[in-house]
């Protein structure tokens, strides 16, 4: 079974206060970004006593043996012995440490391929329960339509105040990659002076200056360029423009266009532009 894991785009992002847990109370809204990494699931050749993962494209740091895949893969079988190894292939595109989600989408995927190769007939709900354990954000990738998330970023709820069906984009990533721990080094969690999803309920015009994503004041002074970008993509006509998630990819939606403009950036950066 062959698969293809998006990437996503943050919509605002508050940080909202410190939770008694350790992690942090976020408000974000999510909306699917059809930029996407390939996955295949297949059972294991005979007498492969293990499931096994083959990596190709972009490079993935870290051992093989901890990617999000084979431990989305092992959730499952510690709860159905039967289930047999696999063998996973991830060809990867979505750039990583960008905010784009891309590898928990991968994680997301392998359960739902699982599911459907071998006739597992796990409810959504249960498939939701695994991908909660995997990241806060995997379970997004499930149901991959836009909604308002809150506590973790894994509390759910529909947001049809956001249609952007055939919005032009482009998504720049400038070849840094920000950690989830530097990013939120530099937050001091606060309230949002308006609940996001009022703020989105508002035309997309209205989102410059008012929808905001409280981690570009937090790495704009120690990165530039993100700000370079974001201001780049504004002079090339963007109705708005943000960080997306932690960093580091910045995108620009352009409303009203058939696609967005195709800008001269370093040959170091990647570059997505298409239609959400």
Not at 210 to 220: C, G, H, P, R
Not at 247 to 274: D, H
Request: net charge negative.
């Amino acid at each position: 079974m062959i698969s293809f894991p998006n990437a996503k785009l943050n919509l605002g992002l508050h940080v909202v206060a410190r939770r008694a847990d350790g992690f942090h109370a976020l408000e974000t809204a999510f909306v699917p970004l059809p930029w996407t990494d390939a996955l295949e699931l297949l059972p294991a050749a005979a007498g492969q006593p293990d499931t096994t993962l083959a990596l190709t494209g972009r490079p993935i740091p870290g051992a093989v043996a901890d990617n999000l895949c084979l431990r989305a893969y092992a959730l499952l079988r510690a709860d159905h012995p039967a289930l047999p190894p696999a063998r996973l292939h991830l060809h990867k595109i979505v750039p990583i440490g960008a905010g784009l989600g891309g590898g928990s989408a991968d994680a997301a995927f392998v359960l739902t391929a699982a599911n459907a190769e071998f006739d597992l007939h796990l409810p959504p709900e249960t498939l939701l329960a695994y991908a909660r354990r995997l990241g806060a954000d995997c379970a997004f990738f499930l149901e991959n339509r836009p909604c308002l998330a809150t506590g973790r970023g894994d509390v759910f709820a529909p947001l049809p105040e956001v249609d952007l069906t055939g919005v032009a984009c482009a998504v720049v990533f400038p070849a840094l990659a920000i950690s989830t721990a530097e990013a939120f080094a530099g937050i001091v969690p606060q309230a949002p002076a308006r609940p996001l999803r009022q703020v989105l309920a508002q035309p997309i015009a209205a989102w410059r200056g008012t929808l905001t994503n409280d981690f570009e004041a937090a790495l704009a002074p120690r990165y530039p360029v993100l700000g370079e970008i974001k201001a780049a993509l504004y002079a090339a006509g963007a109705t708005y423009a943000s960080l997306s998630g932690s960093g580091s990819a910045v995108f620009g939606l352009f409303p009203g266009m058939e696609e967005a403009p195709a800008l001269a950036w370093p040959a170091s950066y990647t570059v997505w532009r298409g239609q959400l």
